[in-house]
């Protein structure tokens, strides 16, 4: 994981209500690092508040990294960065990392829910000039609470916004009931909106279904484990791991120097190599084939599904 870098707010501007866009640029006016669409950084804000937000701007303009926020009633986040950041302000930021890539496909059908439409807007650029068809679909409120959307009607081939408050809410069950030939699905928004388009999927092809979530995907308490043993191969250490505590707690604890930021496995920054031992995958991030490979795993979250695990630490 990149070590976080000082960037200073170039610039604020409303982009929906309750939704504020930073531009975020190096102090000294150099090249921040590129990105490629579906990336996200890690807001480090002053007090000590770690926060994922995606990056929703042109990967081509390296010289800023912009990031859109909506506001949370009772959010410490969002209440600070809507109510006491200025532009001039100085902040940190580690990244870009990237646990939501655009693959390739001729043809793609996206849809946000909201302020979930951030990741999507690099995704649509780029398929936008890679020649494929895209498809976006929008769920808000009302088409004027859409955020962002003069920027997704301008790369999108087909926009559909669906506003319940105007009578046009997605029936996403029936929308999605037949699979599209050739076609990636890619959804962010809230948890809802997110579990329906998951289950009307069900029937899709392997993979062709992606999803970014904000928040930790709800997960079934049936699996969750107790104690065992997690060896670090590198390290020469063995720990314990006992039930109702996390893996990464218990390495941390042990002395070991571990990236991590979310703790709650919607990031990816503590993803770990797996050796050894069948995982019981609680994370936000991978897919079902993904899981089904035991590659890896989120040792903030996830457990072993047996007594032992070897990892790549």
């Keep these: 994981m990149t070590a976080p870098r000082t960037l200073r707010l170039h610039r604020l501007t409303w982009e929906g209500p309750g939704v504020l866009a930073l531009d975020l640029t190096d102090p000294d006016g150099g090249m921040l690092p590129g990105f490629a ?10 007090d000590g508040l770690v926060r994922q937000y995606s990056l ?13 926020v909506r506001e949370v009633g009772g959010g410490r986040a969002s209440g600070f960065i809507h109510r006491a950041l200025r532009p001039g302000a100085l902040l940190r930021a580690a ?5 939501f890539p655009l693959l390739p496909a001729p043809h793609y059908l996206f849809l946000a829910g909201g302020i ?40 999108a081939g ?11 809410r997605l029936d996403v069950a029936a929308a999605l009931a037949v699979p599209r030939p050739d076609t990636l699905l890619y ?6 909106l997110m579990l329906a388009v998951e289950q009307a999927t069900r029937h899709w092809p392997a993979g062709s279904v992606r999803f970014e979530w904000f928040v930790p995907r709800p997960q079934d308490a049936a699996g969750a484990a107790g104690s065992f043993e997690v060896a670090c191969a590198r390290a020469g250490l063995t720990c314990s791991v006992p039930a109702g505590r996390s893996v990464l707690d218990t390495l941390l604890a042990a002395g070991l120097d571990l990236p991590f930021s979310c703790t709650q496995g919607v990031c990816g920054s503590c993803e770990t190599r797996v050796l050894e031992g069948a995982v019981d995958h609680r994370d ?6 993904e899981r089904a490979a035991n590659a890896s795993m989120m040792i903030c ?7 032992r695990l070897v990892l790549d630490l």
């Excluded at 669409?37 to 002053?46: C, N, R």
């Excluded at 494929?132 to 679909?137: E, K, P, V």
């Excluded at 979250?301 to 007594?307: F, I, L």
Aim: proline share 10%; aromatic share 4%; with cysteine.
């Design 284 to 289: 936000s991030i991978l897919s079902e084939a």
């Design 301 to 307: 979250v996830s457990h072993a599904r047996g007594p």
């Design 56 to 68: 929703c701007g042109d990967p081509a303009v390296q010289g800023s990294w912009r990031i859109a």
């Design 187 to 192: 959804c962010c928004g809230p948890a809802p």
């Design 116 to 155: 979930g439409i951030t990741p999507l807007l690099p995704m649509l650029r780029a398929a936008r000039d890679a020649g494929a068809t895209r498809t976006l679909w929008f769920c808000a409120r009302s088409t004027a609470e859409a955020p962002l959307l003069a920027e997704a009607r301008a790369c």
């Design 158 to 168: 087909t926009l559909c916004v669906h506003a319940a408050a105007e009578g046009t």
């Design 95 to 99: 990244g870009p990392r990237n646990t």
């Design 37 to 46: 669409p579906g990336a996200h950084i890690d807001l480090h804000l002053p």
